[in-house]
């Protein structure tokens, strides 16, 4: 079936983005003191209301920030092609930029269409270098500002990208114009964060700003293991194409040569350091990818008016962006939802329903609200808030889950791995009754199933 209609999760944080959507649609505030309850996920808003006014027309679920993100994914294609377009003047090099960001999706987790912040993060990104290229107008640079403030509103990756387009327009743009996008994009960021934070105690710097600056590294092996691996030996082609289309514009002493040189750094940059943080996954990768696109269409674009000049000489030429594209096909069939997960999730979410008194699924949001059961923190945000060590905020929050599992406030627990950072509470107080037969598992992400069951002990007399 198709992933956006798949009613169960694609990925195992989906869960969480719905129930920020239920919460907004409730009224209640997202940036609260973190609780059993309630903890948001270390993002700006953007992403959660803009899902959530959809959702105000198809309903809550899964299919609303999907459609969000998908949107997104059509329109990082469109403006991947607009911009190799524009500055090539070349059809097929827009199209064959378009196809090979096109062809990265399962390089990056395939997560153009998940219910996750990134895709609409790197459309604004995007649509910011558009702006800028197109005509270096006044109005183009305010809407150049405006988007990068979008993105860093969609996720705080923008800061490098943006902080790198300005540094283009401040080196290359004449008078007045060359501050226009520094100021309208740093006047987004610090506004937005100034006013939210006021408005909600400081919960809303503490989450979109301590906490992501406090989780250090966690995964020093992508120092060299994203250039190995991540990128490795599949985005060659796209490297060599880069730079010849980048050693071209610096013989030039072109302001293309600042543009796409800096942008680089960014793009490949905010890409590399997501990675080394804990919990950096590939989805992370999609900036890096989007500019080797760009690169790959440009250096295309180079090779066609040498051939215009030389066409004999540049026809060998062909071989790289050829086996570029033939690097990255993909089966589509292995990221497609099955009727068999349907039923699993149809399964998992009856036996929900059926336990009397409430289920914590730690690593699973949403599910148990579509068992009729209330929805507590997932695990994976809880993480991000433990990691940052702040024992005022961290220290009522390890005791509120010790009342919980002490109480047993839970009628049933399920957890994915048995490395669960509760497990010692776990075992005290609830007992393990088997895994659940016929568990989904999502299709992207860690490959963790919902399976494990812990109901409670029964008191001591």
């Known amino acids: 079936m198709s992933r956006i209609a798949f009613p169960y999760e694609l990925e195992w944080d989906e869960g969480w983005t719905v129930d920020s959507i239920r919460r907004v649609h409730a009224g209640k505030g997202m940036w609260v003191a973190p609780s ?12 959660t209301y803009a899902s959530a006014w959809v959702a105000k027309i198809v309903g809550v679920g899964f299919f609303a920030p999907r459609a969000v993100s998908l949107a997104s994914a059509a329109g990082c294609l469109l403006l991947t ?27 990056a987790g395939s997560w153009f269409d998940v219910a996750r912040v990134d ?10 270098i558009r702006a800028v290229r197109l005509e270096p107008t006044v109005r183009a640079l305010v809407v150049a500002g405006g988007m990068m403030g979008l993105a860093y509103l969609s996720k705080q990756t923008a800061l490098l990208p ?33 006013v939210l934070s006021l408005v909600t105690d400081g919960w809303y710097f503490y989450y979109t700003v301590t906490v992501p600056s406090l989780h250090g590294l966690g995964q020093e092996h992508m120092l060299v293991d994203f250039w190995t691996e991540d990128l490795g030996l599949t985005m060659v082609p796209a ?22 040189a800096t942008l680089s750094v960014g ?7 997501s990675r080394l943080h804990g919990g950096g996954w590939l989805n992370v990768l999609q900036p890096a990818h989007a500019v080797l696109a760009v690169l790959f269409g440009l250096g295309l674009g180079e090779i066609e008016k040498w051939r215009d000049r030389h066409a004999w000489k540049a026809r060998p030429l062909y071989l790289v962006p050829l086996v570029q594209l033939l ?6 069939s292995r990221h497609l939802p099955t009727p068999e997960d349907v039923r699993n999730g149809d399964a998992f979410v009856e036996f929900l329903r059926g336990v009397e008194g409430e289920v914590y699924t730690p690593m699973h949001g949403f599910l148990p609200t579509l068992a009729g059961k209330e929805a507590f923190v997932h695990d994976d945000y809880l993480l991000t808030v433990l990691r ?41 107080h609830y007992r393990y009754a088997g895994d659940l037969p016929g568990s989904f598992r999502p299709r992207t992400g860690p490959p963790r199933a919902p399976q494990k069951l812990y109901l409670r002990k029964r008191p001591s007399r």
């Not at 059993?36 to 270390?42: A, G, K, M, T």
């Not at 730079?243 to 030039?252: E, P, S």
């Not at 793009?267 to 350091?273: D, L, Q």
């Not at 009522?396 to 048995?418: C, G, M, N, W």
């Open 239 to 260: 490297a060599l194409l880069g730079l010849l289309y980048l050693v071209r514009r610096f013989r030039d002493r072109s302001a293309e040569f600042v543009l796409y």
């Open 388 to 428: 940052t060590g702040d024992a005022e905020v961290v220290g009522p929050l390890l005791t509120q889950f010790r009342d919980a599992f002490t109480s047993q406030r839970f009628a049933a627990v399920v957890i994915d791995y048995e490395d669960y950072r509760f497990m010692d509470l776990l075992r005290q």
């Open 162 to 194: 943006f902080a790198c387009l300005s540094l283009f327009c401040l080196s290359e743009l004449p008078g007045v114009r060359r501050i226009i996008v520094p100021l309208v994009g740093g006047a987004i960021v610090f506004g937005t964060t100034l």
């Open 267 to 273: 793009m490949v940059g905010a890409a590399w350091t």
């Open 36 to 47: 059993v309850e309630w903890l948001p996920y270390p993002y700006p808003p953007l992403y």
């Open 119 to 128: 895709t609409l993060f790197l459309f604004f990104a995007l649509a910011a």
């Open 327 to 332: 690097l990255l096909p993909y089966p589509p």
């Open 81 to 107: 092609f607009g911009i190799v377009r524009r500055e090539t003047g070349s059809l097929l090099s827009g199209i064959a930029a378009a196809g090979f960001l096109a062809g990265t999706y399962p390089l």
